[in-house]
């Protein structure tokens, strides 16, 4: 396994990966990120509505 150093090497391999990664995903007949569907809330909001739960104040929308 080769050391990766430096800004550049390291966003230059970040690229390549992302960009294999998109292939076999392609490759694979699997749905690609940007046609995924959008959540109704996002992780964050559901975080905070699991931890009023948890602390018995469940009743509030986030």
Avoid at 26 to 47: A, H, V
Wanted: net charge positive; proline share 3%.
């Amino acid at each position: 396994m080769k050391l990766i150093q430096g800004k550049y090497n390291a966003n230059r391999t970040h690229y390549e990966v992302g960009k294999k990664v998109r292939q076999t995903v392609e490759e694979l007949g699997r749905t690609m990120p940007e046609d995924l569907s959008t959540p109704e809330k996002s992780i964050k909001q559901i975080e905070k509505m699991e931890e009023k739960k948890r602390l018995g104040n469940g009743d509030v929308d986030v």
